[in-house]
C-alpha cells in the first residue's frame, strides 16, 4: 500500500537508490575480499635467500637473492645466474652468454648435479655455476652437458685468495657477527678490518684450516659498538711476505645494528 503523502516517483526513486547501494556495497566487499586475499597469500608465501656468483676481476664474488620459496631452488638459482648481474651489483660481471637457457637439471646420487645448458661455457662461467649449486647441502659437483662432474677445487683459478661468503654484501648485522669462508693464503693467515665512518671498528688477524696453495676454510667473529645503525665495512687483505704491502684486498659493504 502507499506511503500517505509520498508520491509514487520519489518512492521508485528511493527503492532504486537503496538497491543501488546494496549492489555497491557488494561489489566493494567483493574487492575487499580479493584484496585481503591476495595480501595474505603474498605473506605466506614462503621466501628463500639464494647466492649467486657472478665475477669481480674474473674471480667469483657472492650476492644474495631473495626469491620466492619452491619445489626446485637448484633451477630457481639457475634462472637468476642466467638474467646476470643487477645494477646494484656495483663492479660485478658474468661470463655467461647472454640468452642463456638450461635445458634439463638433475640431482643424482653421489653428490652430483646434471645440468644441460643451450650455450658453450668458458671456464669463468662454468665457476659461476659450480660455485652456485653447491650452495645446495646436497650438491658437491656438477656435471655440465655430460661432461665429468667437478667440484669447487677446479676453479682455483677462479676464486679469490680470500673468499668471504657470509655474509654477503648489503647485509645487515649485529655485534659479534660471523665471517665464514675460505681462503688460499700464505701459511693460511689475513687480516680483517671493520670500518664505519671513517673509523676502525675492529680488526685482527685471522687464520684457515690450510694455505700456501691449498685452499682452506675459516670462520671468525666480528665484535663492535656503535650508537645507531650505520653503514659500514669489512675489509680483509694478506699482508705480502715480500714488502708488507696489502694484497688480494676484499671490501663487503654491511648495515650494521
Given at each position: 500500500m502507499p506511503t500517505p503523502n509520498t508520491p509514487a516517483g520519489m518512492r521508485s526513486l528511493g527503492a532504486l537508490s537503496l538497491v543501488s547501494a546494496l549492489l555497491f556495497a557488494g561489489c566493494m566487499g567483493d574487492e575487499d575480499s580479493a584484496m585481503t586475499r591476495t595480501t595474505q597469500e603474498t605473506a605466506t608465501t614462503p621466501q628463500a635467500e639464494l647466492t649467486l656468483f657472478f665475477l669481480r676481476d674474473g674471480k667469483v664474488a657472492p650476492v644474495s637473492?631473495?626469491?620466492p620459496g619452491g619445489p626446485n631452488l637448484m633451477a630457481t638459482a639457475l634462472e637468476e645466474l642466467f638474467e646476470g648481474p643487477e645494477p646494484d651489483d656495483d663492479g660485478?660481471?658474468?661470463a655467461i652468454p647472454t640468452e642463456m637457457t638450461s635445458i634439463s637439471i638433475t640431482a643424482e646420487g653421489n653428490n652430483v648435479a646434471s645440468l644441460g645448458v643451450s650455450k658453450p661455457l668458458s671456464q669463468p662461467a662454468r665457476a659461476q655455476i659450480v660455485y652456485t649449486l653447491t650452495q645446495f647441502p646436497t650438491v658437491k659437483r656438477v656435471s655440465i652437458n655430460e661432461a665429468r662432474p667437478v667440484g669447487r677445487k677446479s676453479f682455483e683459478d677462479q676464486t679469490p685468495a680470500i673468499l668471504v661468503e657470509s655474509p654477503l654484501p648489503g647485509e645487515t648485522v649485529q655485534p659479534d657477527f660471523e665471517v665464514t669462508g675460505?681462503?688460499?693464503?700464505f701459511e693460511a693467515t689475513f687480516n680483517y678490518e671493520l670500518w664505519a665512518s671513517g673509523t676502525v671498528l675492529a680488526k685482527d688477524?685471522?687464520?684457515?684450516t690450510s694455505g700456501s696453495g691449498t685452499r682452506g676454510t675459516f670462520a671468525f667473529k666480528v665484535g663492535y659498538a656503535v650508537d645507531e645503525p650505520t653503514a659500514g665495512n669489512l675489509v680483509v687483505f694478506e699482508l705480502s711476505a715480500e714488502d708488507g704491502s696489502r694484497i688480494h684486498q676484499q671490501q663487503i659493504p654491511l648495515r650494521l645494528e
Open positions: 637473492r631473495g626469491v660485478l660481471e658474468t675460505t681462503a688460499n693464503t688477524f685471522v687464520t684457515a
